[in-house]
């Protein structure tokens, strides 16, 4: 199992944002995390890569009890995270934000090794081009990609994507689909949050679906669709618009 | 322990918490309204206390009555100072506005040692300065009860024009939303320049306070910032109702210290930044 | 990670300048050169004082305890010196050690605190190391009135051989290497961690501390070490500036103006930088000296008008200003890494 989450719950003070949540990701898997606003997806994935203490629960990767690491050392452990709100580092350029994740990603990378893999992500996000260009010049759309970048630089055997085809034209998130596949066609995992459900069908292997903070559905995308529960959470309310 | 003394202690430290709170309420107005780190805050303070002590030399002015004319100036100062250089800064990193608020800060020091010399000035000559109240073994200063009395009176007048003017509430709002706030319809520059000089013009009458308590120097100001600083930070930023608080705790274990410690007047500075430190340094491994 | 040639070339160009510099200016000056020689030692503590801030500040933690470590230092040559026999030269590596192991110290329980909390708990940390300086045993440290520190060098004054102020200006020769040889030692130490990924640790700690965690960088690993270097640096100035000064007194020695002058000149130099914040040290001391000959009373204030116009006119310091020139005048080329990143 490469990534098993266990009786997971955060409160913030009386307010239950996440709470029973289990689930389990097999290697080399394509794991959605969908569920409307306020459903506690990004709480978790928060959670998964030590940004937030969980209340209760466990979280294991690869076998590993990382409940407790914090948020560097389950880098080293292989945990890479792009982020819904994207936060590049603005004063580096494309290739500095990279090389942060590809210098200390992996324990004991050397500089010519990390100079190699964050050529490879470059590449791979499409951000070639724009290697010494400031990252407070880039546009969204540039930003997101630079989240998956260094993501990616920091050769994680999971990765976390946190709606990152969310404002992309339908062409620009057909690439996407197709970077995040040959990604996990590399061996890495991958865990995602997505809103746009044309995506979620064509990359999930499995879905879960969250509502309130708990787990309502886990499986196909044509058995959580099907659904009645997921139905009414999805239909039975107007506000599955992006979560802040 | 003698109880006396200890109760001593206490007023003492109550009494000289009122101004600590005015000093530090006009650096929070500046911090948490306009969002400005202004470390010239104290000159205003020793401006005004120079102020005082010349109108009190040239024209015999007392300090209650030389108010009247060091508030105004103060606030003056405080706009000319606003509208001249601050608000160039507002968007800058706070490590630039330390370090123009630092030149300020220089700029005033400077011009009052070249104006008033180096030496301490001091209101000695008014009537009332000797006056106290003795009760039961406390001595009980009338120029200190004064000072905390108008300290108290200044600090509570602000919460209740924050709380129920229309300047008050729209610098509130500032505060709070900088774009919800000039979207409305606030002009937020002008809300901005009177709550500076409002600032400028609180720690002014601090000053007035302190040229009567002691024996200010120039460099009396800077030592103020830094007080006032670690008031409004062991507050919160943002808190100004927490100003209160703060300044009458480090106040108290200053005064207990002072009072109490043989040789403790000496450690007034070191208790009152230990308390400082530990507050901070625990907050924040509790939060975490 | 970067072409480390030019840095090389400079720190040696600048070190056989300073080699020579003595030499020329005894040639060139005669006896003024004395004075002249001691400007230039305390334009370099300047230097030093400053880059030594800057390399903390590069991680985001903004320091007001700068001299509490130059203090620490400078307590340090005091106390060896008074307490024990050894050689007093070995006041510089024991302030540096000192200053280092206080700073791991106060660094460690500050981790979590940031911006404008950590600067005042680092300056309350000041505020109380000078008093507990002040309370130690009189025997030991000297209480409120301080102790003399024993000069790094006596020359010896020659009859017949020498002339009078020749005395003076080897012994400030003496100290002008020594000087230049610590602002070497911290140029060089600002050049590895520009050149090497600690600049990238650094940065990323500076800009966003948890995203830089999500990427690998440990940040209390990288907040502690600019740590102890920048606080080692500025020790070892402080056991310097000691032995100089002939004096340790816990209100001088522990004086708030030593931070203010060790943040304000980065600043006003560049932020982040290794050139900015020599260069800073270099333009306010000459602009201060320059001041103080032009207005005997009251030049500081001149000195304050220098800081304010800074801000206002050239926001990134001296070095976000050339890369401004230098990029408006060259135009097309490759935008650069924005100006705070400027040339290292």
New interface residues.
């Given amino acids: 199992m490469m990534l098993r989450v266990q009786g997971l719950a955060k409160r913030f003070g009386g307010l239950v944002a996440v709470s029973d949540l289990d689930f389990e990701v097999t290697e080399g898997e394509i794991f959605a995390i969908i569920g409307p606003n306020g459903a506690g997806k990004t709480t978790t994935l928060n959670m998964i890569?030590?940004?937030l203490t969980p209340s209760a629960g466990r979280i294991e990767l690869a076998g590993r009890d990382i409940t407790h690491a914090?948020?560097?050392e389950?880098?080293?452990a292989g945990l890479g995270?792009a982020?819904q709100v994207v936060?590049p580092?603005?004063?580096?350029?494309v290739e500095?934000n990279v090389?942060?994740?590809a210098?200390?990603?992996?324990?004991g990378t050397s500089?010519a090794v990390?100079r190699r893999r964050a050529a490879d992500a470059l590449e791979r996000s499409g951000l070639d081009a724009l290697r010494?260009?400031?990252a407070?010049?880039l546009t969204l759309l540039q930003e997101k990609r630079l989240e998956i970048a260094?993501?990616l630089a920091?050769a994680p055997r999971v990765l976390l994507l946190d709606e990152v085809m969310a404002g992309l034209r339908p062409a620009e998130a057909r690439l996407a689909v197709g970077l995040v596949r040959e990604v996990r066609d590399q061996g890495v995992t991958v865990v995602f949050i997505e809103h746009v459900m044309p995506v979620v069908r064509d990359l999930a292997d499995r879905v879960l679906v969250m509502d309130y903070g708990r787990p309502l559905a886990l499986g196909s995308y044509a058995e959580v669709t099907a659904d009645a529960r997921v139905i009414e959470a999805y239909l039975g309310r107007d506000d599955e618009e992006d979560e802040a | 322990m003698d109880p006396t003394l200890v109760l001593q202690g206490l007023v003492s430290g109550v009494l000289a918490a009122g101004l600590y709170a005015l000093v530090s309420v006009g650096l929070a107005l500046a911090i948490g309204v306009i969002g400005v780190i202004n470390f010239a805050h104290g000159e205003f303070f020793m401006i005004g206390a120079f102020l005082a002590y010349q109108l009190f030399v040239s024209f015999g002015f007392d300090p209650l009555l030389s108010l009247i004319f060091v508030a105004p100036a103060l606030f003056v100062i405080g706009a000319i100072v606003y509208r001249s250089t601050i608000r160039y800064v507002l968007e800058a990193p706070e490590l630039n506005q330390m370090l123009l608020t630092f030149g300020l800060s220089i700029i005033f020091q400077n011009l009052a040692l070249l104006i008033w010399g180096g030496d301490p000035r001091s209101i000695s000559g008014v009537p009332y300065r000797s006056i106290g109240v003795q009760l039961g073994g406390i001595s009980i200063g009338l120029v200190p009860l004064g000072s905390f009395v108008i300290s108290l009176v200044l600090v509570l007048a602000l919460y209740v024009g924050l709380a129920r003017t229309r300047l008050g509430r729209a610098m509130r709002a500032v505060a709070q939303n900088r774009v919800g706030a000039s979207l409305v319809g606030l002009e937020v520059d002008r809300i901005y320049l009177v709550a500076f000089a409002l600032s400028a013009l609180l720690a002014g009458i601090g000053g007035v306070m302190i040229a009567v308590i002691q024996s200010p120097t120039p460099t009396v100001g800077f030592a103020f910032t830094l007080k006032a600083f670690a008031i409004v930070v062991l507050a919160g930023l943002g808190n100004i109702r927490g100003i209160l608080w703060a300044s009458l705790a480090v106040a108290v274990s200053e005064s207990m210290v002072a009072t109490l410690v043989p040789n403790g007047d000496a450690l007034r500075n070191a208790v009152f930044f230990a308390i400082i430190f530990i507050v901070l340094v625990g907050r924040a491994w509790r939060r975490a | 990670m970067r072409r480390a040639l030019p840095d090389v070339l400079w720190t040696l160009a600048l070190a056989i300048v300073a080699a020579l510099a003595p030499t020329l200016l005894k040639a060139g000056f005669d006896q003024a050169s004395v004075s002249y020689l001691s400007l230039a030692s305390n334009a370099m503590s300047l230097g030093i004082l400053a880059l030594s801030w800057d390399l903390l500040a590069r991680t985001g933690q903004l320091s007001l305890a700068h001299a509490a470590f130059y203090g620490a230092g400078a307590y340090a040559a005091a106390v060896l010196a008074n307490a024990t026999g050894v050689p007093i030269v070995l006041a510089l590596p024991l302030g540096g050690l000192v200053a280092g192991l206080l700073a791991l110290g106060l660094g460690s329980v500050t981790l979590r605190l940031k911006g404008i909390y950590f600067a005042i708990a680092t300056l309350a940390f000041t505020e109380v190391l000078k008093a507990v300086v002040q309370e130690l045993p009189t025997g030991l440290a000297g209480g409120a009135a301080g102790l003399n520190v024993p000069p790094l060098f006596r020359p010896h004054f020659v009859p017949g051989q020498m002339q009078r102020w020749e005395i003076a200006f080897q012994r400030n020769e003496a100290y002008f290497y020594v000087y230049a040889a610590l602002l070497v030692l911290t140029i060089a130490v600002s050049i590895v961690v520009q050149r090497t990924r600690l600049r990238a640790a650094f940065t990323a700690v500076r800009t966003n501390e948890a995203v830089a965690a999500v990427m690998g960088v440990r940040p209390a690993r990288a907040k502690l070490l600019a740590f102890v270097l920048s606080s080692a640096l500025v020790g070892m100035l402080g056991a310097l500036e000691a032995m100089r000064l002939g004096s340790v007194i816990p209100d001088g020695t522990f004086a708030i103006s030593t931070t203010v002058f060790a943040l304000v000149t980065p600043i006003f130099g560049g932020l982040y930088t290794t050139l900015g914040p020599i260069l800073g040290a270099g333009v306010l001391s000459a602009v201060e000296e320059t001041l103080k000959r032009t207005f005997a009373e009251g030049y500081l204030i001149g000195y304050g008008v220098v800081l304010v116009a800074s801000i206002l006119f050239m926001p990134r310091g001296l070095v976000g200003l050339a890369t401004r020139l230098r990029r408006r005048r060259g135009g097309s080329g490759t935008p650069a890494a924005g100006d705070a990143e400027g040339p290292a």
Wanted: with cysteine.
């Fill in positions: 890569s030590g940004l914090n948020s560097a389950r880098c080293h995270r982020f936060q580092f603005p004063e580096m350029t500095e090389m942060v994740g210098l200390y990603g992996a324990p500089n990390a010494d260009v400031p407070e010049e260094r993501a920091t």
